[in-house]
């Protein structure tokens, strides 16, 4: 008979107790991490992996949340809405990111509705647990966790950010983005989602003239990433990881 297991949903921590169960996975591999317990999904013996696609950008996040507990969601609020916390993986080596980091999708018709104040970029980025990856390692299932640490943006961040959010949302909502607008931002920068040609999509633009847009995304500037990094960690390169 097993005995069940009792762990309280990640919905009902506090702030505090959802740190501290992060930075319990510091140093352990990501196939070392739980799978279902704090989810309470049930997992089987030899299969720890059920139900995890190990392929695309998004395996490391995936696998972390899934440890912490956090269910797979497609809202356009943080991973946790009642902490107002989201959750990102950070790729590093040696203590330098490895890429930029991903905010949420930039969506013409949200984009013509939304202001700094109420964007998914400003509500996203006010609280987040960045959880440092060591991608030393080629195997996916090696890599280690570091010490995840929350972040919320300084008045300076703010001022930064919004800037450059207002003018690369103008761009998507007026139909005028185009492969040279990643070059465009301080902090923040607008990319495609996807490399496919044929993932073309239909938009309207603010004068209400339709047009076809490439799915693109905010993403944090991996300068920038490395600026909250260097901010956080200040004690050499292996500051970002737990051996």
Known sequence: MVTPVTVTPVT??????L???AQALAGRALAELPRGV?????VARGAPLRGVSLRGKGAMGTLVERALGIAPSSSPEPDLPALGIEV???????GRLRESTWVCSA?????????????RVRARLARVLFVPIDVDASALLARRVGTPFLWSPSDEDEALLRRD?????DLV???????????RGCV????????????????IASDGEPYLTRPLGFYLRRAFGQRILDATFLQGDERYRRS
């Open 165 to 169: 959010w207002e003018d690369l949302a």
């Open 38 to 42: 704090f989810a309470r999904v049930p």
């Open 88 to 94: 990102k993986t950070l790729p590093v080596v040696r």
């Open 173 to 183: 909502a007026h139909g005028l983005a185009s492969p040279r607008s990643a070059r």
């Open 12 to 17: 009902e921590l506090s702030e505090a107790a």
């Open 107 to 119: 969506t013409p018709t949200a984009l013509l509705r939304e202001t700094w104040v109420t964007s």
């Open 188 to 203: 923040l920068q607008l990319r495609p989602k996807g490399r496919d040609a044929e993932q073309l999509r239909r938009a």
């Open 19 to 21: 740190v501290a169960r």
